[in-house]
């Protein structure tokens, strides 16, 4: 069954260290997507991503971090200086349509 | 009041048991509803798929909405171990991001 791959599964970084995340989406999928869960706390949306540009993206989406789609298959997400508070499990998704949305095993980043 | 609220229990059941979950939510423009499987650690695993009001059945599953009363749930029937995660209630309006609620901790006791 095809899946949404992520890498790395786990990132240790210092504070203030540019971190990129990289996920494959399903090869058919249009829409995708990166969300964050604090531990403990909710799925929260981050930035969605169409047609090869930002369709939409949350409060939390601020100028530290962009997206990009470098090639037909990879999708990344750029952290440009790390905070303490950027620690988090990020999930890449993807989708045909806009709601069923498919998600990746995380990347765990760490920041110290 | 929360956009969507989700009690995170922990929940325990025996093995065999049917199990509800639910959750609550305030926008009234919500049309697609979503339930997830989230283990420990990992990413959340896509269960069940809902288009406005009614019921949906997959294998040991159902998903209900009650759009009058903004509700949804979700029943397991005959609960097995494996069964045992978080379960996270999604919902958007078609053209906006998924709200997610906290998600309920299920554990199933064999």
């Known amino acids: 069954e095809p899946e949404v791959t992520q890498t790395p599964s786990h990132q240790v970084t210092q504070m203030g260290q540019e971190v990129i995340l990289r996920c494959v989406p399903i090869?058919?999928?249009?829409?995708f997507y990166w969300y964050r869960q604090i531990l403990g706390q909710k799925v929260e949306f981050l930035v969605s991503f169409y047609n090869n540009e930002i369709s939409e993206k949350s409060e939390i989406f601020d100028d530290q971090f962009s997206v990009e789609r470098p090639d037909g298959s990879n999708f990344t997400l750029k952290i440009r200086s790390t905070k303490l508070e950027d620690s988090a499990m990020y999930f890449c998704a993807s989708s045909v349509k806009e709601n069923t949305i498919y998600f990746g095993e995380g990347s765990w980043l760490t920041v110290v | 009041q929360k956009e969507v609220e989700q009690d995170p229990g922990p929940l325990s059941v025996p093995e065999g048991a049917i199990v509800s979950l639910n959750c609550t939510y305030s926008n009234s423009a919500f049309q697609y509803f979503m339930w997830y499987r989230q283990y420990s650690r990992k990413g959340p695993e896509l269960l069940m798929y809902t288009y406005s009001s009614g019921n949906k059945e997959d294998g040991r599953f159902t998903a209900q909405v009650d759009k009058s009363s903004k509700y949804i749930s979700l029943f397991i029937r005959d609960s097995q171990p494996s069964d045992s995660a978080t379960y996270l209630c999604?919902?958007?309006?078609?053209?906006?991001?998924?709200?997610f609620g906290k998600g309920t901790r299920l554990s199933v006791i064999a």
């Open positions: 090869s058919n999928h249009l829409y």
């Open positions: 999604a919902m958007s309006s078609g053209n906006t991001p998924l709200v």
